[in-house]
C-alpha cells in the first residue's frame, strides 16, 4: 500500500463521525425542501464534532451548527457532484 494512502486511510479510519438523530432528520429534509435539489442529486446529512455538514459521495461542505444553518446554497452545489 503507498504510503499516502495508508496514512489517509487511517486518517478515516480514527475520524469521529456523530449519528444524526431523527428530530435533526426532520430539519434537514425541510432544508432540503428549500433548496429543491433535484432527485437524483441528493446529498446527505452528516454530523462531527464541529457540526452538521452536507455530502456526497464526491464532496463533503464545512460544518454548521444546525442542519438549517447549511446555506441552500452549499446544499445545491455539494448535491451537484454527485
Known amino acids: 500500500m503507498l ?3 495508508a496514512a489517509a486511510l487511517e486518517k478515516y ?5 456523530l449519528s444524526v438523530s431523527p428530530k435533526d432528520r ?4 425541510a432544508r432540503l425542501a428549500q433548496a429543491k435539489v433535484p432527485e437524483g442529486d441528493t446529498p446527505s446529512v452528516g ?4 457540526g452538521f455538514y452536507v455530502y456526497t459521495h464526491r464532496a463533503r461542505s464545512s460544518s454548521y451548527p444546525t442542519p438549517g444553518a447549511i446555506p441552500l446554497a452549499k446544499i445545491r452545489f455539494v448535491g451537484s457532484t454527485g
Open 47 to 50: 454530523r462531527d464534532k464541529q
Open 13 to 17: 479510519a480514527k475520524a469521529e463521525r
Open 26 to 29: 426532520v430539519a434537514w429534509k
Open 3 to 5: 504510503p499516502s494512502f
